[in-house]
């Protein structure tokens, strides 16, 4: 059974910064796609970073590009998000989520369809 468990969301202030770690059981995350989605309430899910560890490759929405960081530790088949400077748009909740390895993952990697096992997800809150 294939279970994705994320953590280390909470309350920060702007300018704060958060590390999620998304752990797996079931399946092995670095010959896997990995992505962190996130979704604000009445908001669409969106994709927020990405990372084939397999080929070396990482990825970044443009809104959060400098200032988040994604990276995966093997012996602990964990992947993280390292998320600095966080913003008052920042705010949501956070998934993990896994898909089998493909060509030209830079072309569909925002593309949620593409992942089969999601976690639960973590709140993350930025307020003064």
């Known amino acids: 059974q294939v279970q994705l468990v994320e953590s280390g969301g909470g309350l920060v202030q702007p300018g704060g910064s958060l590390r999620l770690s998304c752990v797996a059981s079931?399946?092995?995350?670095?010959?896997?796609?990995v992505a962190w989605f996130r979704q604000a309430p009445g908001k669409e899910r969106e994709a927020v970073s990405a990372i084939s560890r397999s080929a070396g490759s990482t990825y970044y929405a443009d809104s959060v590009k400098g200032r988040f960081t994604i990276s995966g530790e093997n012996l602990k088949n964990t992947v993280y998000l390292q998320m600095n400077n966080l913003k008052l748009e920042d705010p949501a909740v956070y998934y993990c989520?896994?898909?089998?390895?493909?060509?030209?993952?830079?072309?569909?990697?925002?593309?949620?369809?593409?992942?089969?096992?999601w976690g639960q997800g973590t709140q993350v809150t930025v307020s003064l």
């Open positions: 079931g399946v092995t995350l670095s010959s896997r796609s």
């Open positions: 989520a896994t898909g089998p390895r493909v060509a030209s993952y830079g072309a569909y990697w925002k593309d949620s369809s593409r992942y089969n096992y």
